[in-house]
């Protein structure tokens, strides 16, 4: 199976511990049915879904930034879980929940139709080599599947330092059903939305003298 993701090293003992004690209250288990989010959150908000938060930086920035909303991370990389966890937990984040499992398993069996409004993947690995071009999270049909769970209205916000897998998830949303570019600016990538906060991988491909590539698409409403 073409999997987006390597696994990955150790926690540190803080994470372990974060993710021991409080995975119960802020994770989901992964299951073959469908998750309730009123009951998750205990609230009727909206929910945004980030699909590999990797630490979590963005993930505690924008909820913090939005109690309105509701943010539902998924991710496997246990050490990140834990840092994750612990910041939720020290800064009483309330709106945030978490699914420690393959976004393309969790997103199928899990979230139902039409009921996302938008999706937050930030610097996807971005499996450069043409013959790993097969892993990349971001292409059909797995942005089929991203359109249909997606609200009418609601949005996918793709950001990535690696020009050649913009420009392939701009190709690739571009022809899925129902998504429509909103913001096409130059070559059809996104202006830089103020609100995404930078994080480490931002910093490192700016330093790197990469330019950072954002791509939003909507879910047309008829
Ligand atoms: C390069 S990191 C970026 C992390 C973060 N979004 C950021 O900007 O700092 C990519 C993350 O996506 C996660 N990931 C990749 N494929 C995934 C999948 N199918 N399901 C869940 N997480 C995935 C990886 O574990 C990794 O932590």
Not at 41 to 55: K, L, R, S, T
Not at 109 to 135: L, N
């Amino acid at each position: 199976m073409n999997r987006s993701f390597v696994r990955r090293g150790r926690m540190s003992a803080a994470q372990a511990r974060f993710y021991r004690d409080l995975s119960g209250k802020y994770c989901a288990p992964f299951s073959e049915g469908l998750l309730s989010f009123e009951a998750l959150f205990q609230n009727a908000n909206p929910v945004v879904c980030e699909i590999g938060f990797g630490m979590g930086d963005s993930t505690v920035a924008i909820a913090e930034a939005n109690p309105d909303k509701n943010y539902l991370g998924i991710e496997v990389y246990k050490a990140g879980i834990g840092r994750l966890l612990g910041e939720l937990e020290r800064r009483d984040i309330r709106n945030v929940r978490v699914i420690e499992h393959d976004a393309v398993e969790a997103l199928r069996w899990m979230v139902a139709d039409s009921s996302v409004a938008g999706f937050h993947i930030f610097f996807p690995d971005p499996w450069p080599k043409r013959r790993q071009h097969k892993r990349r999270l971001v292409r059909r049909p797995f942005t089929d599947m991203l359109a249909h769970k997606l609200t009418p209205g609601g949005y996918v916000f793709f950001v990535t330092d690696w020009d050649e897998y913009g420009r392939w998830a701009l190709d690739e949303l571009s022809q899925t059903e129902h998504l429509h570019n909103i913001c096409e600016g130059s070559g059809g990538f996104a202006p830089s939305q103020a609100w995404k906060p930078e994080t480490k991988f931002e910093a490192r491909g700016r330093a790197q003298g990469r330019a950072i590539r954002e791509v939003l698409f909507r879910k047309g409403v008829g």
